[in-house]
C-alpha cells in the first residue's frame, strides 16, 4: 500500500515537472520570436539596426564619430537607409517649418521673402505642379516692387499645380540673381514637396521684365532643380545658357521691346539655343517666341508658356552634364560637386554603362556621385579624365554618405550612397 502511494506521488511530480518544463520552453520560444533581436556577444550589429536606434535617440550623437555609418551596405540597405533618412528628414521640416510655410515668410539671416500662392486643378500620382513666377519691378522703391508682387500673384493661372509668387527680399536692380536667391528657392521647393505634395521633377521657374531677368540667370545655374523655366521679357546680363541642357526653356520677347537691347539679346539667344542643340541634339529643348507688334507688355500672349513648359519632367541623373560654374564656393550640380570650383569655367561629364568620363574640368578635383540608378554598384565603375586616365573600381555603398548629400541637397533624389574624388589633373 505505501508502495502504491510513493509510486503515484512519484508519476504525480514527473507529470507537473514536464507542464513546468513545457511551459518554460514555449514563452522562451514567444519571447525569441516576439522580442526584438540583439547581437550575440562579439557578433557585429546590423548598421540599418544602428541607423534606426540612432534615429530614435533623443540625443543623437555627432554621426561623423559612428563607425556603422561607414560600414558597406547592399542595394537593399542602401534604400532602406535612404527612406529612413528622408522620412526623418520630412519630419524635421514639419517640426521646424511649419511656422514659416503657414506665415508665408521665409527668414534666412537678415532677409526675408515673402510669397503667396493659389492651388489649381487636381494633383497627380506623384504630386502637384510648382510653378514658382517672379515680379517686375528692381531698382525702385519698396511700394513699386510690393505692386508688381501683388500684380504678379494673378498674372497666370496653369490648369493644375501650385502657383507661387515670392517677393523679392531686397529691391535691387539684380533682386532676383543675388546669391541669397538660390538658397530662398531651395528652400520654397523643400517646403512646398512637404505642405503641399509637390512633385520636386516637376518644379518650374517663370518670371517677368525684372523677374525675367531672374530666369536667365537662375534657370541655368539651378537647372538641376528644375523641369522647365520660361523667360518673359527680361534681360540676361552675364547668364550662361550652358547649364540648360537638361530642362525645357522658353522665352518670349516683344519684338518693339527695345529697352536694353532687350528684344535684339532674345534673339541672340535664340540663335546660341540653336547652336548648343545643334551640337548635342538630344538635349536644349527650347522655344523661343518673338511677338510681333508687342513692347514690354506683351499683353499675356506669353501666357501659352505655362501650357508648354507642364509637358516637362525633371531627370535628377541626366546622362550628361553641362554645367557653368558660377563662383568658387562649395557646390553641387545633378551627381556633381566640386569643393574648390574654378569660377566661371564649364565642366562637362557623362556617363554610359558603368562608365563616367570627364570631358572637360579646369577644377583641380572634383566629386563624382553615384547611385543603383545610375549604374551597378556591384560591379567596377570606369573613371575617364581629361588626362587620358582610367580606374575601375567597385565601390561600397554607405549611410554616411547618405546622410551627407541629404544635408547639403534637401532633395531625396540627391540622396547618393557613394562619391567618389576625382583629380582631373
Partial sequence: MLQNTLDYLEADFHRK?????????????IGLVLLPSTPAQGQASSPI???????ASSQRTDINEQSWATKALTQAQADEAKDLLWKDFVAQIKRDRKQEWDSKVISMGDLKMKFDFKVFGEPGENGRRFFISMHGGGGAPPRVNEQQWKNQIGLYQPEEGIYLAPRAPTDTWNLWHQAHIDKFFERIIQDAVVFEDVDPNRVYFMGYSAGGDGVYQLAPRMADHLAAAAMMAGHPNDANPLGLRNIGFTLHMGAEDSAYNRNKIAGDWKVKLAELQKADPTAYPH????????????????????????????NPWPEKIAWHVRNSEPQGFYWLHAEQPQAKSNIIVSRAGQTIEVETCPTEDIVIRLND???NLDEPVVIKTPAGKATSQTYQRNIMTLFKTLQERGD?????????????Q
Wanted: net charge negative; charged share 25%; aromatic share 16%.
Fill in 287 to 314: 522655344e523661343v517666341t518673338i511677338h510681333k507688334g508687342k513692347g514690354h507688355w506683351m499683353d499675356r500672349e506669353d501666357a501659352v508658356a505655362v501650357e508648354w513648359m507642364s509637358n516637362f519632367e525633371r
Fill in 373 to 375: 540608378e545610375m549604374v
Fill in 49 to 55: 539596426q544602428d541607423l534606426k536606434n540612432w534615429l
Fill in 17 to 29: 515537472f514536464m507542464k513546468y518544463c513545457t511551459a518554460i520552453l514555449v514563452f522562451c520560444f
Fill in 412 to 424: 531625396k533624389s540627391y540622396m547618393f550612397p557613394v562619391e567618389v574624388s576625382v583629380s582631373t
